[in-house]
């Protein structure tokens, strides 16, 4: 069973300070993604990463950016957080040739005051 | 430009009713379209999909149909039970397109 975790469900962070996010993946999948997921809005593909230490933009990249040292793990900073990066933040994995099938976390409820 | 939309921000249903989910996408060149399910404070599961070289793929009580003349699917829910109610994604891959292109979803609601 696949599973993905993330570092925290809710987290309450202030304006201007640096976050991260955590994901970790138990299935050996090479494909990581973040998106974010607003009302309204469905969810938006932050980054993704085929490999360690790749990584590639998706949609809506600016204000972010993602570390991927190991297979398993990888990481959504916010390096300097604002009030409109508020939002349910979601990673995902999927194995090379399983790029349709995503396996989603439980995600993080983001708060920057 | 959105490739993927789902019209319907919401539908309610009865219990023990039908539920029909829509989704239209624009790009001719997706080849591969999933359904996700999305509780509150919960990340998406996935729930089925279905391949262009098919029209219809059943799981269960879950059904999805695509046209692709019409460039359009949809996910039937038969019966729908209240345990269904959350907001449902269309997904759809393909082409030069290497990840899934999301709808903004359709919150489901079967009253009991």
Known sequence: DVKVTQSSRYLVKRTGEKV????????DHENMFWYRQDPGLGLRLIYFSYDVKMKEKGDIPEGYSVSREKKERFSLILESASTNQTSMYLCASSTLTGLDTQYFGPGTRLTVL | DQQVKQNSPSLSVQEGRISILNC??????FDYFLWYKKYPAEGPTFLISISSIKDKNEDGRFTVFLNKSAKHLSLHIVPSQPGDSAVYFCAASGGSQGNLIFGKGTKLSVKP
Do not use: G, H, W
Not at chain 1, 20 to 27: A, N, P, R
Not at chain 2, 24 to 29: F, I, L, Q
């Open chain 2, 24 to 29: 239209d996408y624009t790009n001719s060149m």
């Open chain 1, 20 to 27: 991260f996010l955590e994901c970790v993946q138990d299935m």
